[in-house]
């Protein structure tokens, strides 16, 4: 009898006891590269870029309705640590002809690539020394940039763009804290809004979190819920065209396994050359039910650049 009920209290404990923090290990190189789209390509899932995928946005049009996806830039928005953004106004010509003409311009001093609704590029991230395709940082970073995967190689991206409202899903106006997003999440909300991903889509994940920016930055930086691994994976294999969401870094945060750090960025950037897309605004869309549209975007075409501050727009 005493061996049945600690064998029935053992088993209640395990039942009870919360999920182990799924890890994950970066692939060698060798299992990673070069990528499916070619040794020396610099270009990743962007390549998915072509007349289909913008036809097929095109078709999505039907309202002639533009949705802003991009935050105003200024200088009380969060920031990461260590990352900064100044606006400092100039006075540069005041000419003494009868018109009068002034001129004013500013000089912005940022990390212009990681500040803001942000896109990164395949020269933010690393596994160790080895980048996307498996191209070396001591091989292709100089003092003016990047020498391969600087951001200018992206272009100009015109999709489908796919909002997955995993807030709504859970009934909640903003997801708890560090919830990390499964894969049957994401499937449950397609689901709910009747729509399954395609080749080449930009994936659009609403957590609610961007309700908190610039009203309580410190909340809205210090963690976040996002996709956990098995997430990323998932979508992955998908084979988007990029994935974005209304959080910093896309991805629960911090990880729950505290052995690892931001593993999506690795997951996405550096193993499958997919494009992160941060600190979206996506109430509007997500107040509206708009879960499908034609997204359009482009990264300042900056030499050797990590990633750009970009404004997208979803028209529906």
Known sequence: ????????????????????????????DSQRCPSKWGAGDQRGAANLMNAETVLRATRLIRAGEVIELGHVLTSTMPLSAGRRFE???????????????????????????????????????????????????????????FTKLGIQNVGALVTRGVLI????????????????????????ALAKQNLTLQAGDAVIIHTGWGKLWEKDNARYSRGNPGIG??????????????????????????????????????IMLAVNGIHLLENLKLDELAAKRVYEFAL???????????????????IR
Not at 114 to 136: P, R
Not at 165 to 188: F, H, M, N, P, S
Not at 240 to 255: H, I, K, Q, R, Y
């Open 165 to 188: 409202d995993v807030a709504a899903l859970k009934g909640v106006d903003i997801l708890a804290e560090t919830y990390e997003i499964t894969v049957q999440d994401l499937q449950q």
């Open 296 to 314: 359009i975007i482009e990264p300042l075409k900056i030499q050797g650049a990590t990633g750009s501050i970009v404004a997208p727009i979803a």
């Open 87 to 145: 606006v400092d106004t100039k006075r540069t010509t005041f000419t003494p002809q009868s018109n009068r003409r002034g001129s004013n311009e500013e000089l912005v001093i940022a990390e212009i690539g990681q500040v803001g609704t942000q896109f990164d590029g395949f020269a933010h991230q690393t596994i160790g020394n080895s980048l996307y395709n498996c191209f070396k940082v001591d091989e292709v970073s100089s003092r003016n940039g």
């Open 229 to 266: 691994v098995a997430a990323a994976e998932w979508l992955a294999r998908q084979n988007p065209m990029l994935v974005g969401a209304d959080t910093p870094p896309v991805e629960v945060s911090p990880n729950p396994d505290p052995q690892i750090s931001l593993p999506i960025h690795q």
């Open 1 to 28: 009898m005493r061996g049945i009920i600690i064998a029935v209290a053992a088993a209640f404990v395990l039942a009870n006891a919360p999920a182990q923090a799924q890890s994950w290990q970066p692939p060698a």
